[in-house]
């Protein structure tokens, strides 16, 4: 038997190979990953690198962020561009939509956070607060937060709706782009940092903003972190080949275990306070510095975010000697700063304090009844609402969709008061819970008491329900609930007309225009937090006009009200006349049916030059009529002033230039507001002849009218046209690297600390010169670092990151914008911030000194550019040498320099506002943009560069400044040959 079952049969054998060939098969192929090469949709229109996307929560819009400075919206199914969104003055790193889809975040190198608004793609919010480029943005769960973080070391919470800042949260380790995610409860903020040398992971609290925890084991930066959908574990990808995971709710346990411990050191914490608070009486301040150590050694990470607030207060009291410091100055310095000390620790240490109380209250709950006596008014914007409770006034944060039912049945709400145990074993009130008597909802309202110590955990949001619900057990019975009729409102549009400063059909740019709205609330209910705003029929047309959303507050039913909607054609619109239909667009919180959207088309013209012509009707001569002017007589002139251009001239003010011998009078008007198109004004003036000799016949007075005086008008709002071609004008060249080994480093320092001192135009310049290095020297984006605002130490820590970071320069090309000063020693300087900019002193930077540092480098060639103030007048303490300092700056510069800048004969280099610009930085970027628009960059020298920068100054200094004012252009060099040296070194 055993044989015959061993026996194979040949048919089976060979369907048995068959079975086992096919499976083989199989198995080889299924090792083998699919291969796709056709796409569903290839997405085009952005012209420079793509950086972020991200699909709305109702899978209908795909948004796309930007090398190019813009954020595009998709519409997802047909993948055709729905909106192309402009706002962003540099480039676009992120995008997130909000949960409930009705904003889009984006973060941008501009230091900026834009919210849109979906559907419309308007711009609802610019939020500033960072001062370096913005990185990332997250939205969290609830739409309540938005989160954005960059370079600057900060994570800024913003809250959703109001835009206003909650916070700014410490974000150590800011070299890398901060990764950031909430989890999906909510309860956590989580981003990568480098703390201390260690890469970390950071945990944040929501509820209070406070750090938690830090998560260490990464030994290189962290790339992305993300939750699981239940929020219980958190992986993190890393530059170390490595993906960690880590438990939450192992954390949290962690966290709880790590209270309870120091709940039981309560009494060091108790006996340290004794010692800390008299520190400042007793002891110096590096000795105050010391003992803060005690303090972190108790309180460990508990204080961590705390004492990353004040670290940097601390850094400003340096209390080592320094090496180069006398010890009288040392002394001295310990003296002042004494007082600043003491009250950055008194402020840490109340802080401290109320930290340590936050963690060690005990969580018993006392809920007892409580009398709500009034109620205050609504404050939409906060939504808060005060309350009476017990004869004490408090702030209730009430929704603002719940806020009007509760003030309408207020009397009906129960309230709670919640008392529990302090650290200390004594019975006090901390706080009062409030519910809503139609919704149920319930709001915590803090008492005096708490206000010191943060969150309570008995009024924790998971805890109300448990809370209320104890008290309830109490009571005889609870408070019915009452049914209500929400009835819709119901809303349209009387009438409406377009209000401009000129009715002819069209907005100009600088006019200011409104559409004025009649709406009507016909509907049986309240119509709450309108906002209205013009739509375009085709959102897909590119248009000149832009609106802004306008909130119409509440409107009752059964009344009306006006709004205006402001429209407007931006000053820095460069394009052609446009003409779009739009209709009026309206939302509300609680719903609503708007009726009557009538179509309406505007027209908008960019701006333009306007043409005025001056023109004589005719001379009155006031004594004898014989067409001579003689000794003392009047003559009065007629002027007719055409605008024969196609835009309104305005903010025209003219001024009449005569002889001295000829007294004048004042033109009558002197000023002209508007001059439309196509109109004219008259003007007349007086003149009287008072020669020196009284034996002089006369004049004639053809001769006056044709030679003898002239008319000029001051157009003031002739330039931003040209200002933004300037801009404009960098952006269409592609960046091309053709100077690889070159490097650039440019500094703006605009705000200071001194009245008067800021100048308003600096950022916007050294923006311009790091577009214009970029796009027409060719210079590698990597290899242009660009600082703004910097402070003395600063000015020196950057030069020697930089002489760290350059690699074998070619050529070095450096550009300054901020306050120029002598030195103590009469030579050219730079001004930091901090440093008084009108008197000369030891802070200042010498030009000389830092040509030398960035020359360190190696770099064949330095070409400086330096749009400073240098005068032709020796400034107050300087030695009173002839001659600008600038012009004399070869007898210091270190060989192979080559420096650009210019001087006034007045104590400034004139930074015109209308103008926008300084004027040499105008004429140097103007003459690069000449070069390469006719294609004569790479055969152009340094010589040509200043020609050409001579021709333009030349030309706007006659237009911009006073008589009594020039500005010219001035070139030192310790090269020989530096007329020859080409703009862009051949590679």
């Known amino acids: 038997m055993r044989k015959a079952r061993q026996t194979h049969h040949p048919v089976r054998t060979y369907l048995w190979t068959a079975l086992l060939a096919i499976c083989l098969t199989t198995t080889a192929h299924a090792q083998q990953p699919l291969t796709i090469t056709e796409p569903v949709a290839v997405l085009k229109g952005h012209t420079e690198d793509v950086w972020s996307v991200a699909f709305s929560p109702d899978g209908r819009w795909l948004a796309s962020a930007s090398d190019d400075n813009t954020v595009r919206v998709w519409e997802v199914g047909t993948w055709n561009t729905i909106a192309v969104l402009k706002g962003h003055t540099n480039l676009v790193w992120s995008v997130a939509f909000s949960p409930d889809g009705r904003w889009l975040a984006s973060a941008s190198d501009d230091n900026t956070v834009r919210v849109w608004e979906v559907g419309t793609w308007n711009t609802i919010a610019v939020l500033k607060g960072h001062t370096d480029n913005v990185w990332s943005v997250a939205f969290s769960p609830d739409g309540r937060w938005l989160a954005s973080g960059g370079r600057d070391c900060i994570l800024i919470i913003w809250q959703s709706g109001s835009w206003q800042k909650v916070t700014a949260l410490e974000h150590p380790g800011c070299g890398a782009a901060p990764q950031m995610v909430f989890s999906p409860d909510g309860r956590y903020l989580v981003a990568d940092a480098k703390y201390n040398g260690e890469f970390v992971i950071i945990v944040w609290k929501t509820e209070s903003w406070d750090k938690v925890a830090m998560l260490h084991g990464h030994s290189n930066y962290v790339n992305s972190v993300a939750f699981s959908p239940d929020g219980r574990w958190l992986a993190s990808a890393s530059d170390d080949n490595t993906v960690r ?129 009034s109620v205050g008014t609504y404050d939409a914007d906060r939504e808060q609402l005060p309350l009476t409770i017990d004869g004490k006034q408090f702030q209730a944060n009430i929704p603002i969709k719940e806020a009007p039912s509760f003030k309408a049945h207020w009397q009906q709400a129960q309230v709670w008061r919640i008392r529990a145990l302090t650290w200390e074993k004594k019975t006090a009130t901390i706080g009062y819970i409030v519910q809503h008597p139609q919704t149920g909802s319930l709001y915590p309202v803090h008492a005096y008491f708490s206000k010191a110590y943060g969150t309570h955990p008995c009024l924790h949001t998971q805890n109300l329900k448990k809370v209320v619900e104890r008290a309830q057990t109490t009571t005889a019975r609870k408070t019915p609930q009452r049914q209500t009729h929400h009835y819709p409102p119901f809303l349209r549009i009387d009438s409406f007309y377009i209000q401009e400063e000129i009715s002819n059909g069209r907005i100009e740019a600088y006019e200011p225009a409104h559409v004025l709205i009649h709406l009507h609330n016909s509907g049986r209910g309240p119509a709450q937090n309108i906002q209205l705003w013009l739509a375009p029929e085709d959102p897909t047309t590119s248009t000149c006009l832009t609106t802004d959303t306008v909130s119409a507050g509440t409107l009752q039913p059964n009344t009306r009200k006006w709004v205006a909607i402001p429209v407007r054609v931006p000053p820095e619109y460069a394009g052609e006349p446009c003409q779009t239909t739009f209709r009026i667009q309206a939302t509300t919180r609680r719903g609503f049916h708007l009726s009557r959207t009538p179509a309406f088309v505007l027209r908008g013209i960019p701006y333009q030059q306007p043409h005025l012509q001056l023109s004589l009707m005719k001379i009155t001569e ?366």
């Open 622 to 987: 006031h004594g004898n009529p014989n067409d001579i002017l003689e000794p003392g007589e009047e003559l009065t002139f007629h002027l007719r002033l055409t605008n024969t251009g196609q835009t309104t001239a305005r903010q025209l003010t003219l001024t009449l230039q005569a002889p001295q011998s000829l007294v004048t009078e004042p033109l009558s008007p002197s000023q002209i507001a508007i001059l439309p198109p196509g109109t004219d004004t008259s003007l007349s003036f007086s003149i009287i002849w008072q020669p020196e000799q009284t034996a002089n016949p006369g004049i004639q007075i053809t001769d006056i009218a044709q030679s003898r005086f002239f008319l000029r008008i001051d157009i003031q709002k002739l330039t931003p046209f040209e200002i933004v071609n300037l801009h404009r004008a960098v952006m269409q060249f592609t960046p091309a690297t053709t100077c690889h080994n070159c490097y650039a480093l440019i500094i703006a320092n605009q705000e200071y600390n001194a009245p008067g001192a800021m100048l308003l135009f600096a950022m916007k310049e050294g923006t311009l010169v790091r577009n214009y290095f970029q796009r027409i020297l060719g210079i590698p984006y990597e290899n242009i670092y660009y600082y703004e605002n910097l402070t003395h130490a600063q000015f020196l820590r950057i030069l020697q990151d930089f002489q760290k970071r350059v690699q074998n320069p070619s050529r070095i090309y450096f550009y300054y914008v901020g306050h120029g000063l002598p030195t103590i020693d009469n030579q050219p300087g730079f001004v930091p911030i901090d440093v008084d900019p009108y008197s000369p002193s030891k802070e200042v930077l010498p030009l000389a000194w830092v040509a030398e540092q960035l020359q360190k480098t190696g770099a064949n060639h330095l070409i400086m550019f330096v749009d400073a103030c240098y005068t032709g007048a020796p400034r107050q303490g300087a030695s009173p040498v002839a001659g600008p300092p600038v012009r004399r700056a070869g007898n210091y510069l270190p060989p192979n320099t080559i420096l650009f800048s210019a001087v006034s004969k007045q104590e400034r280099a004139w930074f015109p506002p209308d103008l926008g610009h300084g004027i040499f930085t105008y004429a140097f970027l103007n003459a690069l943009y000449h070069f390469r628009q006719t294609g004569t960059l790479t055969a152009r020298t340094l010589s040509d560069l200043y020609n050409h920068i001579q021709a333009t100054m030349k030309k706007l200094t006659r237009f911009y400044l006073p008589t009594s004012t020039t500005q010219t252009p001035t070139i030192v060099s310790t090269h020989p040959q530096w007329n020859n040296l080409p703009i862009v070194p051949e590679e």
């Open 245 to 373: 995971v880590w438990d939450m709710k192992g954390i949290e346990e962690q966290v709880e275990a790590y209270r309870k411990k120091y709940y039981r050191w309560k009494n060091t914490i108790g006996k340290a306070d004794a010692v800390w608070s008299t520190v400042c009486d007793t002891l110096p301040p590096e000795v105050v510095m010391r003992d803060t150590t005690s303090l972190y050694l108790v309180l460990n990470f508990l204080l961590d975010s705390v004492r990353a607030r004040y670290q940097a207060q601390w850094a400003l009291v340096n209390p080592q000697k320094g090496e180069f410091e006398k010890t009288a100055d040392y002394q001295e310095r310990m003296r002042r700063a004494k007082p600043y000390v003491c009250g950055v620790w008194n402020d840490y240490l109340k802080r401290a304090k109320e930290v340590v109380a936050t963690h060690f209250l005990l969580p018993s709950c006392q809920p007892e009844p409580a009398k709500l006596t």
